[in-house]
Every structure is written in structure tokens, then in C-alpha cells.
């Protein structure tokens, strides 16, 4: 697997290395520990910090599933703040997707320029 969860008081960090692709985010998001780590929190703060990612394999349709996937949790995970740090040009396009795809929905998405600034503005907002 590509990541690596760990639980802080505040907030839930999801740390990815190496070759990443849709399928990493797929078993991330049917883990046991993340759904464990979600679990009981009000308002649920995610870090997916890509920094030390050397390489993304993401088309299209893999952008398109993963972002519906993500949708079906909504009503199970109300009001969780995501901030994503990308570290790879191809890891861009997926948040955008993302972004855009929980606009409107209790879901706050946004992207940080260094895993710093995400944890400010996660303990900020």
C-alpha cells in the first residue's frame, strides 16, 4: 500500500509515497483505519499530504470514479475538512476534481503549498 495513516488529536494525516494510483485511494478509502479514524468525530480534519510521491497514475475515468466514491461518504461523514498537499504535477488535476466535485456539499476541500501550511489552516478552520 502507498500511504500511511496516523491519528493526531486534531486531525487525521494520510501520508503517500512512492508510485501512486487510483487504486491506493480506492483501498485507502475501504481501509478498516480509515473509516476507524473517521469514525465518532464531529468535524473530521484530513491531511493527504502527496509530497513524497514519485510518480501518479490517474486518467480520467479513475479521477471520475474516485471523486463518486467519494460523494457516497458525504452523508456518513458530514463536515470534514480536507486540505491535500500535492507533491506531484499529475496529483493537480485530481484535486481540482475533487474540489469541485464537493463544492456545495458540507465538505470543505481545499489544497496547501507545503504539508505546514495545510496543518494551519486545518487547526484554523
Do not use: C
Request: aromatic share 6%; charged share 20%; no cysteine.
Amino acid at each position: 500500500m502507498a500511504f500511511t495513516l496516523t491519528e493526531e488529536a486534531e486531525l487525521i494525516r494520510i501520508t503517500f509515497t512512492g508510485n501512486v494510483d487510483a487504486l491506493d485511494l480506492i483501498m485507502l478509502t475501504q481501509s478498516a483505519a480509515y473509516k476507524q479514524a473517521l469514525q465518532g468525530r464531529v468535524n473530521p480534519k484530513v491531511l493527504q499530504d502527496f509530497t513524497r510521491v514519485t510518480g501518479a497514475q490517474f486518467d480520467a475515468q479513475d479521477a471520475s470514479g474516485l471523486a463518486l466514491l467519494g460523494r457516497r461518504d458525504i452523508d456518513n461523514v458530514p463536515n470534514l475538512h480536507l486540505v491535500i498537499v500535492p507533491g506531484h504535477p499529475g496529483s493537480r488535476n485530481l484535486i481540482e476534481l475533487f474540489a469541485a466535485t464537493f463544492a456545495g456539499t458540507s465538505w470543505k476541500v481545499e489544497m496547501a503549498e507545503s504539508v505546514k501550511a495545510a496543518e494551519q489552516r486545518l487547526r484554523s478552520g
